[in-house]
Structures are given as structure tokens and as C-alpha cells.
């Protein structure tokens, strides 16, 4: 079974950055960055597909930046200028093309198509 290991959270003032990394134990297709806030949903962050296409989300836009580096299974997560709201855990999550998906990878935010999960990370924006 395919192992995610997240790393890279922790507290930072507004206007920080961090950068969290996931290790796979294993090349995969598809993978994504979801978060979720205390109390709300789990959304898609930002996700990268088989072919390198990249989606993030509005919130997100222009602050963070996926990449994937096959040859280490790693997928990171660089978050700039980051605001009190990104305040949440954040899950890395892989996935594969499916025909459910016309032989794409699940779309941004699309939990139904994930596979797998990685335990989550804590992110904490403060004044």
C-alpha cells in the first residue's frame, strides 16, 4: 500500500512562509494538497496531474506553488504570504487516472477520486 509522509508544518506570523513536502513510498500519477480548517470542510489546496498540469485553488492562487519531483516520489508545497485563514492541516493525497475521469487524475478538491492519504501536517498562521 502506497505510504504519504507529510513534513514542513508548524507557526508562522502573517506574511510567512513555510514549504511542506510529501514522500511517497512509490511513483504516483496524480497528487494533490488538501487542507482543512478546525470546524470546516476538507478542500483542495493545489494538485498536480500526470501530465504536469497544475490546479489551485482561488484562495491560493499566486501565494503557493506546487511541484512534484518524480525521480524522489516528492511532492512539496510552497506557501508564501501566508495569511491567517490558510491556518489549517494539510493532507497530502495521491490518486490515479481512472476512466471515471475520462483517464484523468481527479480534479482540485475531488475526495472521491483519492486513494490515498497522508496523515496531515498542522499549519499555523498568527499575528
Known amino acids: 500500500q502506497l505510504q504519504l509522509t507529510e513534513s514542513g508544518g508548524g507557526s508562522v506570523e502573517i506574511g510567512g512562509s513555510l514549504t511542506l513536502s510529501c514522500v511517497a513510498s512509490?511513483?504516483?500519477?496524480?497528487m494533490h494538497w488538501f487542507r482543512q480548517a478546525a470546524g470546516k470542510e476538507r478542500q483542495g489546496v493545489a494538485r498536480i496531474d500526470n501530465t504536469g498540469t497544475i490546479t489551485y485553488s482561488n484562495s491560493v492562487k499566486g501565494r503557493f506553488t506546487i511541484s512534484k519531483d518524480n525521480a524522489k516520489n516528492t511532492l512539496t508545497l510552497q506557501m508564501n504570504n501566508l495569511r491567517p485563514e490558510d491556518t489549517a492541516t494539510y493532507y497530502c493525497?495521491?490518486?490515479?487516472?481512472?476512466?471515471?475521469?475520462?483517464?484523468?487524475?481527479?480534479?482540485?478538491?475531488?475526495?472521491?477520486?483519492?486513494?490515498?492519504w497522508g496523515r496531515g501536517t498542522l499549519v499555523t498562521v498568527s499575528q
Open positions: 493525497a495521491a490518486s490515479s487516472p481512472s476512466r471515471w475521469y475520462g483517464g484523468r487524475c481527479p480534479g482540485l478538491g475531488d475526495d472521491y477520486g483519492i486513494t490515498d
Open positions: 512509490q511513483y504516483t500519477a496524480c
